[in-house]
């Protein structure tokens, strides 16, 4: 018998793709950079340490080996001396864990939020508050502090904010859609239109309430993680959890729409749906995180992008990175926010916006000498 040769793989006709057998898109990297693997590392460390610090840190100060005992020590472990203060081991369960854990869910349901926008709309500028959750928010918290709707009792505030986030965006979207599709432009610019007919409705709302309500609305819109309690936790934190899993899971999606939305409809991607997926999640993220805490901005505009520039636009790396990065910076903001003036607890908002607007500004020029709109 006369030995067959292999035959050459076949070549590829004019506007046809190559013969040539490929590796599935799906398939794993064979193995992770290691600049991936040392942001990873680096914002594991960071966080677990700033955990540490932070839970120990304020009017009554803990030494870190004695917020690990007292960690332990509520874990059923016996690892480690116990606080000494007679109030330490209650200061740290009752309202420092809580706080920190807090400050570690919104930060990441927001950074993650905004890495699902830009990868939807296709821009570094775009975040959580272009579809109008941020602004629906504080319209529904705003209506029940001058109102005086308690309903819920004291959950009224946040249940409303998280209701009025939803009803925002989905109300962004149907007016967006036409002819059963949606162009990201048109999103845009129904979301700049609703966001100012809630600016309108806020104001209306804090030119009616009193001297009291005022201030109510104004420290809501600033943002805080004071009086964060184990009870708002337990609501936030599945909420954040599934929407992280949902963002994880749009990942090699996210990466095939980058490509253009004719070459991911080609690719089999359902462009349509995957908008309205990516919308959703976005507004149940955001509307979980500002629900207890208020209005946090510039998280998920600037922690997407500083992951991108490290790490390059894979979405299956972006977005977990991203969301672990935005809880080292809302818990380190926090952190700032509780020990920078003795007595008191600034608002987590305006420290984040005091980064984040000059990073904005530099952003927007930086793209703009890209695209050769600047020499």
């Known amino acids: 018998m006369t030995a067959t040769t292999p035959r050459a793989p076949r070549p590829a006709r004019a506007g046809l793709p190559d013969a040539t057998p490929r590796e599935p898109a799906t398939a794993l990297p064979r193995a992770v950079p290691a600049r991936v693997a040392w942001l990873f590392g680096g914002l594991t460390t960071a966080l677990l340490a700033l955990a540490v610090v932070a839970a120990g840190s304020g009017h009554l100060h803990i030494p870190p080996v004695e917020v690990l005992g007292g960690l332990a020590r509520g874990l059923g472990l016996e690892l480690g001396p116990e606080p000494t203060h007679p109030n330490g081991y209650a200061a740290l369960w009752t309202i420092r864990f809580p706080r920190v854990l807090m400050a570690m869910l919104v930060g990441a349901a927001l950074a993650a939020a905004g890495a ?5 709309f296709g821009n570094p500028l775009a975040e959580p508050g272009v579809v109008g959750v941020s602004s629906g928010a504080a319209v529904a918290a705003s209506a029940t502090i001058v109102l005086g709707v308690s309903v819920a009792g004291p ?16 109300a962004v979207y149907a007016l967006a859609r036409s002819g059963g599709r949606t162009e990201v432009v048109t999103l845009v610019l129904t979301g700049v239109a609703i966001n100012a007919v809630c600016g309108a409705v806020l104001a209306l709302f804090t030119f009616l309430g009193d001297t009291q309500e005022r201030e109510q609305i104004v420290f809501w819109q600033l943002g805080s993680l004071n009086g964060t309690r184990w009870a708002y ?8 959890v599934v929407g992280l899993v949902a963002a994880g899971a749009m990942a090699r999606r996210l990466d095939l729409l980058a490509l253009g939305e004719r070459s991911a409809r080609h690719l089999g991607v359902d462009v349509e749906r995957l908008r309205v997926v990516a919308v ?15 209005i946090i901005s510039f998280v998920g505009l600037v922690v997407p992008h500083l992951v991108r520039m490290a790490v390059g636009p894979g979405h299956r ?6 969301a672990l990065g935005g809880a080292v910076l809302l818990l380190a903001a926090d952190l700032v926010a509780r020990t920078a003036v003795p007595y008191a607890d600034l608002p987590i908002g305006m420290l984040t916006a005091l980064v984040g607007g000059p990073f904005f500004l530099w952003l927007v020029r930086r793209t703009r000498r890209q695209a050769g709109g600047w020499a």
């Open 155 to 170: 959950w009224t505030t946040a249940g409303a904010a998280f209701l009025g986030g939803l009803v925002a965006t989905f």
């Open 317 to 322: 790396v972006l977005v977990p990175a991203s």
């Open 233 to 240: 936790v337990a609501i936030v934190a599945p909420l954040v």
């Open 116 to 120: 699902l926008m830009q990868g939807v």
């Open 280 to 294: 959703v999640v976005v507004a149940l993220l955001t509307a979980a995180a500002v629900a207890f805490c208020g």
